[in-house]
Structures are given as C-alpha cells and as structure tokens.
C-alpha cells in the first residue's frame, strides 16, 4: 500500500525567507532505521538474512548507514559491506556507572561504530526523553568524536494549526546549543505523524520544511553551516515515493523505517541520489 500524502493539513507558517540551494555540494545520507526489529524476524538468522540482502547490492553514490538493534550491532558491524556504516540507535549521556540498560558512547565506539541517532521521536514520546537530555546526549558524543544523527519533529496537531517551526525551534536549539562540531552532525527531520503511519509529507512540504530549518540554522548559527549540513527526511519513505521526495534542493536524504527492512527497497531508495 503506498503512503498516502497528508496534503489536507495546512502548510507550516514561518516568516524566514527559504534558502534553497540549485545546485547542492551536500553528499546526500540515507540511514535505515531498524528500531526493535531483528530483519524482519526476532533471529540472528533473520538478521544475516537482511544483511546478505544488502550486500548483494550495488555501492550507490550516496553515504549509508543502518541501526540494528543494540543487541546486533557488533554482529551487523563484522558481517556488512564496507560502505554501509553501522549506527546505534541510542546513548546515554556518562561514560560508565550505575545505570541499568544504558549504553555509551565510549563503548560503542570501542567496537567501531561511530554514529548514533539522538532524539528520535519514539525515545522522546513513548520514554520521555527531554531536550535537555538529548543535548547532553549530543554533548557527550561530540566529545568522544562520535558522529550523531539529531532528530526532529512535530506531531499532527502542530502541522495543522501551523506551529511546525515553533515545536520545531526548541528542538534544534537544543542542538545548536550542544554541538561543537558541526561536521560530524546531520539533522533528520521526521514528521511525528508521517513515521509508520502509512502518512508522508507531500514533496512540497517536505522541501517547504527543510528549507525553513535552514534558514533557521543560518540565521541562528552561520550560513557556512547551514550551506553545509545534511538534513534527511524521515516518515513513511518507501521505494516509491523516495525519487518525488529526493527531489527538493534542501533534502539531503533519508532516515528510513519499515522500508529498511527489505534489502531491494533500501537499495530502491538509496539508488535515487
């Protein structure tokens, strides 16, 4: 079943002029975001499955990475191809200690994987993560050289009363706030009610969005930084709908979902860079 467009809520309202880009420098990166999926099973198996479908294909032009769940990344991290990077799908914010179910940057990155989400809608809504703790978050993995993909989002109420950038401002200056190295950041922008709900933005609102949070960026941090960073899209990207979508100058991107889970509709979305 495609995702349907949800081109019935109003369009966001914010008084900056976009900065849209003819002609982007920008390398595009598409993620596959696995969540509490092992493949499309509960296995190993299931995971080697998913990972012999991803190395059978072709090298695309863009970066990649996936985020296995924590439990499979070191096995995806030593079985995958080489330009498909592994993430970690969450951190906590301290190196070791006391607590329960966490993990850290530090020993992450001491198996090699160098990229982690942040912020992600589901860690915020359904575990009640706070800006401030994902700035902490976002603090501590800058300081140990870790590569952090920072999420954003508004849910459908926002969208149809028009406050999309004004939920979506406090997200990134809690970013803004807690990074010191630009460079190793991309921002993924994920509608709340575009992800898993069979919903997608249109491409106009998409880019429309994108294109708000850089100019935000721009007049809040520097131009150079906001010429340069990637910002995805994420929620209910498929093989179908990605080369509409990838066609906005200030998309740079995909966090995907469900999608991720079959190897040809990630190779699909990742062939449209």
Not at 155 to 180: F, Y
Request: glycine letters at 8%; charged letters at 20%.
């Amino acid at each position: 079943m495609l995702a349907r467009p949800l081109s019935v809520l109003s369009r966001p309202h914010f008084p900056y002029q976009t900065l849209s880009r003819a002609l982007s420098t920008r390398t595009p990166i598409v993620g596959g975001n696995w969540k509490l999926n092992a493949g499309n099973g509960t296995t190993k198996d299931t995971i080697d499955e998913l990972v012999k479908g991803l190395n059978d294909g072709k090298a695309p032009a863009c970066e990649v990475f996936v985020c296995p769940p924590t439990l499979y990344l070191e096995r995806v991290q030593t079985t995958v191809v080489s330009y498909i990077n592994v993430c970690s799908q969450n951190i906590y914010c301290k190196t070791k200690g006391a607590f329960t179910g966490e993990t850290s940057a530090e020993m992450l990155m001491d198996m090699g994987i160098g990229y982690t989400l942040i912020g992600h809608s589901e860690r915020r809504d359904i575990f009640g993560e706070t800006d401030y703790l994902l700035g902490e978050k976002i603090a501590h993995a800058q300081s140990v050289g870790m590569n952090v993909v920072a999420c954003i989002g508004e849910h459908k109420e926002d969208r149809v009363s028009g406050k999309t950038m004004d939920v979506l401002i406090p997200q990134l200056t809690a970013i803004k706030d807690n990074v010191s190295d630009w460079s190793s950041v991309v921002i993924a922008y994920e509608p709340v009610w575009a992800i898993g709900t069979g919903l997608t933005a249109t491409p106009e609102q998409a880019q429309e969005t994108h294109a708000n949070i850089r100019t935000w960026l721009s007049q809040n941090i520097s131009a150079e930084v906001a010429d340069s960073i990637r910002i995805q899209y994420g929620g209910s990207v498929n093989d179908k709908n990605s080369e509409d979508l990838a066609s906005g100058a200030d998309i740079d991107g995909f966090l995907v979902g469900g999608a991720s889970l079959k190897a040809p509709s990630f190779h699909s979305i990742c062939s449209v860079f």
